[in-house]
């Protein structure tokens, strides 16, 4: 079986989604999913990656075969394959495009982390970037909070993705940050985006971008003033520019323990959360599964 981008398109459902990266989250923090970290190669005759993503979870035995190419313009950024496996004897059980699971999953678990960590209250979102990954955080994050307000700024295509959301343009990161209860940092920079002197007390930030070791979106401010939760230690460690800066040992928990009440969450109104995203295989293949249990009608 293959199933294409439109083919996941019809099975897939963000809201479908979210409760399943719930789980998956979980299962991970408490060591109930064989993963190890992602390798990433370097194609740098055009500036990409190629990167293998293989998980376990006991139901789901898969992996993602991902082309990272951040300067694309015409075409996606992201590129992505998974295949499963049928867990008892390693056959073939679905190929299927990656690049829509990748954009969904990714919003999903944002939305996990938000629902766990960003205040009750929280009724203003900023989102700095206007690709793919803005778009579905805008849709996933509104199934866990009740936002009257949401804004976006980004140098290329704020404005085309504005009207199309019908949310406000901001004229900067700053105008769109200030004031807001949750902020998304889905850009493509390697350059810091997002300044710490701009977030609110109580603040809850999202950061999505930025999944290399010389790449940063967040400056030192924001890193030295938030709480700060990752999906993986192992993998933050390792990969995440924004994490090495502030010191792996400023890490509060993996939003899986938070989860599953083995690390607590936020502790005070006015405290300001982080969560650093680098994306887990557990989260495709729990995805993949979902859509391929869709497809057989179960």
Known sequence: ????????????????????????????????????????????????FLGLMPAYTGAALGAKLLALYPHNAAVP?????????????????????????TE????????????YLARSDASVLAILGAGVQA????????????????????????????????????DSAEEAVRGADVVVTATSSRAP?????????????????????????????????VRLYVDSREAAGRESGDVIAAGTERIAGEIGEVVAGLARGRQFDDEITLFKSLGLAVEDVATAHLVYRKALGS
Request: without cysteine; proline residues 5%.
């Open 135 to 170: 778009r579905s955080h805008f849709h996933a994050l509104r199934l866990v909070r009740d936002f009257r307000e949401a804004r976006v700024w980004s140098p290329r295509r704020a404005g085309a993705l504005a009207r199309e959301l019908g949310i406000r343009l901001a």
């Open 77 to 101: 950024t992201h590129h992505a394959v998974i295949q499963l496996f049928r867990p008892e004897t390693g056959e073939p059980l679905v190929s299927m495009d990656g690049r829509l699971i």
């Open 193 to 225: 985006v997002l300044r710490g002197e701009w977030l609110s007390a109580g603040a809850h930030v999202n950061a999505v971008g930025a999944p290399r070791l010389d790449w940063r979106e967040l400056d030192d401010t924001v890193l030295s003033r």
């Open 1 to 48: 079986m293959f199933l294409d981008e439109s083919a996941v398109s019809r099975l897939l459902r963000v809201e479908d989604v979210i409760p399943v990266m719930e789980e998956a989250l979980a299962a991970f923090s408490a060591g109930k999913v064989v993963q190890p970290v992602r390798t990433m190669m370097p194609i740098s005759d055009h500036q990409g």
């Open 104 to 115: 969904v999953r990714t919003a999903a678990v944002s939305a996990v982390a938000t629902k």
